[in-house]
DNA sequence: GCCCGTGCGGAAACCGTATCCCATGGTTTC
DNA sequence: GAAACCATGGGATACGGTTTCCGCACGGGC
C-alpha cells in the first residue's frame, strides 16, 4: 500500500492520478487534453473516460507555470454601480470571454492607495492587462503614478489601459482608449444655444474631474462660438451624484442667478436637477430645459426623457480590449508610439423631450 | 558568463534573482516577504532594498500551487449592468477586499451553457468560492444542474453560492442567500390595498422566473388577506425591462381592464409604465398609483420619487462572502446541514410619492 | 574551556502541468 | 535485407514559489 495519496481523499484530481488510472503517462494524458500533439484514438479515449469518471479539471495555476493558461485581464474602477463603468466593464467582460480570456474585476473606490495595491496584486497575477477606468483627479501627480504604473507593468510583460482617462505624456508603454469628451459637450451646449437659451446652468461635476474639465471646457467653447458672454457665476462644481444636481438647482432657484436651461455632468445630475425644478413647481420642458450626459439607460426612463451626450462606453470596453489582445498577438517587438496607442471614439448628442426653447417672460 | 538568465531581460523578476542579487539563499527572501518566521533586521534590510531596486512581486500561481496563495472568489451573473446585480456584486467584491479575497467576474448572459463553462472556468482556477447571481428558469432542471455544480465544487474544495436565487432541495453542499421576496410582494400589494386600490395592474416579470413567481405569490396572498378577489386578467408577465412596464400599460389603456393602480416588478419596470400613463395625459399618482421592487437608485431618481420595496442587495454580497470565508476558516469538517447554508434577509417597503388613495370617479 | 541550546541561513523536496528529448516498433525505400 | 523514417508514447526537466529538514555559528552557564 503506497503511502503516495490516499485515493478518494478531498482536494481535486491531479493529472497524475488520472494518468495512473489510465495506465499511461502523465505526458500523454497532458497531450490528450491540450490536443496539440498526435495521440492515437484508442489512448484518447482511455484517458477522456478517466477524465470524465473523476471530473478531472486542470490547476490553472500549474499550467499558467508552465507556461501555458488563459490570459486574464484586470477590470479596476471606482465603483461597480456605476452605470457608465459597469457598461464600460461589460464591454471588456464580453470581448475578453469572446477569445477565451478570463477577467478580474477591482474597485478602488477613488483612493490611490488601493489603487497601488490592486495595480500589484494585478501584476502579481501576472494579468495580460490592466484596464483603468473612469476620470482622474490631480493631473499631475496622476502622470507620475500612471507612468510608474505603465513601466511596472510592462516590465512583467503586462499592458496599462487607460480608459476615459487622460492619456499620458512622454514615451510610456500605456494604451489609451477615448472619447470625444470636450466635443460633446460643445455639441451639447450648442444644442442649448441653438434653441434660444442664454442662461444656463452649468453643472460640469467634480471641479479636479478630468471629465469634468473637458466638459466644462466644451461648453466654454460653445458659448464663445456663439458669442455669447460665458459666466462663470452659472457654474455650479460638485459630485457626479443626485443629490449634487437637487442641490444645486435649488439654490440657484432660491439665491439666483436666474436660469431658463441646465446643462448638467451626467445623466444622474441631471435626474437630481429635474426633481428639483419640479419639487419647486417647475415643468420640464416647458418652463426650464435640461440636458445630461452619457447617455445611460437611465436617460430615457425619466420624463421626460432626457436629451443627452450619447458615449460609447461598452464600445469602448470592447476596444480596450481588442487593442491589448492584437498587441499581444501582433508580436514581442515593443512598438513605441505606434498609432493605436490612443484611441478615441466619437460622441453625439440625443434629442429626446428635454429641451424647447425658452418661454418669453 | 553564465548561460543562466541574462540580467535584465524581459519578464518579470524571480525570487532568485532577488536572492542572488542581495547574497542571500531563495529561502531567506520567502520568510522575510511572507514574515512567518523570524529573520534578521539586517537581512530584512538587505532583501527589501533589492525587492524594491527590481520591483519585484511574488508569482501568484507558483505561490498557490505550492499551497499558498490569495483565496479567489467568482462572480456570475447574467449581466454586470443590471443595477440589483451590480450591488450585490460590489457587496461580495467589497468584502472579498477587505480580507485580502480577489474577486473574479463573468457574465452568463442567461446561457446554461456559458453557465457550465464559466463553473468548469473557475474550478480549473481554484477559487474558494463560486457565486450565482439572479432568479432561475426552468425549476425543475435548474435543480438538477445546480447540485452537480455543487457536488463538483465540493469535491474540489470550493464552494457553490446562490444568491436570489432558490435554494437547492437535499443534501447538496452549497449555501444559500435570499431575501425575503415574498413578503415583500405581500407588503408591497398590502400597501396599495389600504390605500384603497382595488383594481391593480400587476406585472410581475416573465413567468418562468423564480423571483417573479415569488412576487406573484406575495401580491396575491395580500389581494387574498384583504378579501379582494385576485382577478388573474390584471396580470402581464414579461421581462423585466421599461419597454415590457411601457407596452403591458399602453395596452391595458386601450384594451382594458381599467385599473388605479400598477404594481410592478422591477423598478424599472414600474419606470416604464410610469412613462406609458404619462404619455396617455394621466399623472402619477393623482390619477394612478404606481410601485416598484427593488429600490436601486432609479427608484429615488423618478419623478415622482418610487414607493417600493428595498432589496438589501449589497448586503446580500456581503453576506454570502462572509459565510464562505467563515465556512473556510471554520475548519474543513463539511457541517452537512447545520443553520447558516440557508440565509435570508428581510425587505421592507420604502414609502415615496407614488401612492395616493384613488380618485373618486 | 567545554557543552549545549538557540537562532538563523542553506539545500532540497515538493506543488501540477507542459514540453523536450529519446526509445520503440512498424513501415517505407533503396 | 538493411537502413532510414514516421508515428507514438514515456521519462525527465523546468516553471517560481513555499516549506521542511539540517547544519553552522554564536553565546552563556558550569
Redesign the interface.
Same mark, same amino acid.
Given at each position: 500500500m503506497s503511502q503516495r495519496k490516499v485515493s478518494g481523499d !478531498? %482536494?481535486?484530481a491531479t493529472i497524475r492520478d488520472v494518468a495512473e488510472q489510465a495506465g499511461v503517462s502523465v505526458a500523454s494524458v497532458s497531450r490528450v487534453l491540450s490536443g496539440n500533439y498526435p495521440v492515437s484514438e484508442e489512448l484518447r479515449r482511455r484517458v477522456m473516460k478517466v477524465v470524465r469518471d473523476l471530473?478531472y *479539471?486542470?490547476? !490553472?495555476?500549474?499550467?499558467?507555470?508552465a507556461g501555458g %493558461?488563459?490570459p486574464t485581464v484586470a477590470?479596476l474602477m471606482d465603483?461597480?454601480?456605476g452605470?457608465a463603468f459597469?457598461?464600460v !466593464?461589460?464591454g471588456v467582460? %464580453?470581448a475578453a470571454?469572446l477569445r477565451g480570456w478570463?477577467?478580474? *474585476?477591482?474597485?478602488t473606490g477613488n483612493d490611490p492607495e488601493?489603487e497601488l495595491a490592486l495595480v500589484?496584486?494585478m501584476?502579481?497575477?501576472?494579468v495580460a492587462a490592466v484596464v483603468l477606468l473612469g476620470g482622474a483627479y490631480d493631473q499631475d501627480e496622476y502622470q507620475l503614478r500612471m507612468a510608474r504604473f505603465a513601466r511596472?507593468l510592462d !516590465?512583467?510583460?503586462s499592458r496599462l489601459v487607460l480608459v476615459g482617462r487622460p492619456s499620458l505624456e512622454g514615451d510610456v508603454p500605456a494604451t489609451t482608449v477615448d472619447y470625444d469628451n470636450e466635443g460633446g459637450a460643445y455639441a451639447m451646449a450648442s444644442h442649448l444655444l441653438s434653441a434660444g437659451h442664454r442662461q444656463v446652468l452649468v453643472l460640469p461635476g467634480h471641479a479636479g474631474l478630468s471629465t469634468a474639465q473637458g466638459r466644462l471646457r466644451g461648453a466654454q467653447r460653445a458659448f464663445e462660438a456663439y458669442g455669447v458672454p460665458f459666466v462663470p457665476g452659472m457654474v455650479r462644481h460638485g459630485p457626479y451624484d443626485?443629490q449634487h444636481g437637487y442641490r444645486a438647482v435649488e439654490q440657484a432657484l432660491r439665491d439666483g442667478p436666474a436660469f431658463t436651461a441646465v446643462l448638467a455632468g451626467t445623466d *444622474?445630475v441631471a435626474?437630481?436637477a429635474?426633481?428639483a425644478l419640479?419639487a419647486a413647481g417647475l415643468r420640464v420642458p416647458e418652463d426650464v430645459s435640461i440636458v445630461g450626459y452619457d447617455d445611460i439607460?437611465?436617460a430615457?426612463?425619466?420624463?421626460p426623457?432626457l436629451t443627452t451626450v450619447h458615449v460609447p462606453y461598452e464600445e469602448m470596453g470592447r476596444v480596450a480590449l481588442r487593442a491589448v489582445a492584437d498587441l499581444r498577438e501582433g508580436g514581442?517587438g515593443r512598438r513605441k508610439g505606434i498609432d493605436g496607442d490612443h484611441l478615441v471614439l466619437g460622441t453625439h448628442v440625443v434629442v429626446r423631450n428635454s429641451v424647447r426653447p425658452p418661454a418669453r417672460p
Open positions: !478531498a %482536494g481535486r471530473d *479539471v486542470t490547476n !490553472a495555476h500549474a499550467r499558467s507555470l %493558461g488563459t477590470i465603483n461597480i454601480t452605470a459597469a457598461h !466593464a461589460k467582460e %464580453g470571454t478570463l477577467s478580474l *474585476v477591482g474597485t488601493r500589484n496584486l501584476r502579481q497575477q501576472g511596472s !516590465a512583467a510583460g443626485d *444622474v435626474a437630481g429635474m426633481q419640479r439607460p437611465l430615457s426612463q425619466l420624463t426623457q514581442g
